[in-house]
């Protein structure tokens, strides 16, 4: 059974870091590219970042970008998501999901999705 497993989701002040990974069983990431979405309650769900297989090419939703990395482990079968000088505004349920070689432009487009990871930041 193919499956994403996120981890790393918790609580966290305002300007702290935490560090999201995304582990595939089932299958190897070598050839899908990774990406991290949020959701918030009412709010639609909105892709953060993605990193292709082909060349580790990576893209950000400018409300993160420079405080957000996405890396990815290949022996590892593993994505992460560096979120740094996290803001309120940053709270959500965080989802891994992954995609043939490139980043979609459409969700629907995106092969598995893991269960998600909560993320609140608060003092």
């Known amino acids: 059974q193919r499956q994403l497993v996120e981890s790393g989701g918790g609580l966290v002040q305002p300007g702290g870091s935490l560090r999201l990974s995304c582990a595939a069983s089932?299958?190897?990431?070598?050839?899908?590219?990774i990406a991290w979405f949020r959701q918030v309650p009412g709010n639609e769900r909105e892709e953060v970042a993605c990193?292709?297989?082909?060349?580790?090419?990576?893209n950000y939703a400018d409300s993160v970008k420079g405080r957000f990395t996405i890396s990815r482990d290949n022996a590892k079968s593993t994505g992460f998501l560096q979120m740094d000088s996290l803001e309120p505004e940053d709270t959500g349920v965080y989802y891994c999901?992954?995609?043939?070689?490139?980043?979609?432009?459409?969700?629907?487009?995106?092969?598995?999705w893991g269960q998600g990871t909560q993320v609140t930041v608060s003092s």
């Open positions: 999901a992954v995609a043939p070689f490139f980043c979609p432009q459409v969700d629907a487009h995106f092969s598995y």
């Open positions: 089932g299958f190897t990431l070598d050839a899908y590219a």
């Open positions: 990193i292709t297989s082909t060349d580790g090419s990576s």
